[in-house]
């Protein structure tokens, strides 16, 4: 069965830091592979995704990921964290066939210490 | 703007009553969807929509219905609600039902408590 695994539930960095937040499906065919983040209070904003080509992502607020097949996995990067980057973030592997929907993660709430 | 609405975002009731919460997007989308989400569960989908008249059970069924009469409106209703749907809601579109690379929008959330 498809699934997704983001294996920190919480992870607490200083500002200015660099950080990875890490993602592993599974799922039979070629993923499409996406990054959430939620704000307090807030819905969901896309970050980056994945379909195909070049398997190093670009995504908004500095945000990048890279796609390692061998890995099944889908980690999120950023080389410098600020303190509104405060959220929670979740990982989501789109699946095709029958009704075609998003299967998410758990979640990663990412604190952040000036 | 290009968004989904939820109505109401916070809701407090009581076993039994029914309910329903409303989500319109303006961006003539095709694929509809909502989800609950729960601590520890990350989201999970509850019933989605591929097109007008065209819906069909998610993850997490039970308990709701919904319908999709017009293009823009998906709304979800609990017939009788029970503590266990306590959760917070979100709806989202998508332009097409069979791109599933393309992104899904979502809205702000509804956060209900069912005492």
Redesign the interface.
């Known amino acids: 069965a498809q699934s ?1 695994t ?1 294996p920190d ?1 919480h992870i607490t960095v200083s500002e200015g830091a660099s950080l990875e937040l890490r993602c592993n499906y599974s799922y039979g065919a070629t993923p ?1 592979l ?1 990054w ?1 983040v939620q704000s307090p209070g ?5 970050l980056l ?1 994945y ?1 195909s080509g070049d398997t190093l992502v670009q995504g908004i607020k500095g945000f990048e990921a890279e796609f390692k097949r061998s890995q099944s996995s889908f980690n999120l990067r950023k080389p410098s964290v600020h303190w509104s980057d405060a959220a929670e973030y ?1 990982c ?1 592997v ?3 066939g029958g ?4 299967i ?4 990663t709430r990412l604190a952040v210490h000036p | 703007e290009a968004q989904v609405t939820q109505n109401p975002r916070y809701l407090i009731t009581v076993t039994g009553k029914k309910l329903t919460v409303t989500c319109s997007q303006n961006m003539n989308h095709e694929y509809m969807s909502w989800y609950r989400q729960d601590p520890g569960l990350g989201l999970r989908q509850i019933y989605y929509s591929m097109n007008v008249e065209v819906t069909d059970k998610g993850d997490v069924p039970e308990g709701y219905k919904v319908s999709r009469k017009e293009k823009r409106n998906f709304p979800l209703i609990l017939e009788s609600p029970s503590p266990n749907q306590t959760s917070l809601y979100f709806c989202a579109s998508r332009r097409s039902w069979d791109r599933e690379a393309d992104t899904q929008y979502f809205g702000p959330g509804t956060r209900l408590t069912v005492l």
């Not at chain 1, 807030?42 to 896309?46: E, H, K």
């Not at chain 1, 009704?99 to 998003?102: D, G, P, R, S, T």
């Not at chain 1, 998410?104 to 979640?107: C, D, E, K, L, Y």
């Open positions: 997704v983001q539930i499409y996406f959430y807030q819905g969901l904003q896309l995704k379909f979740f989501a789109g699946v095709s009704y075609n929907k998003l998410f993660g758990a979640g």
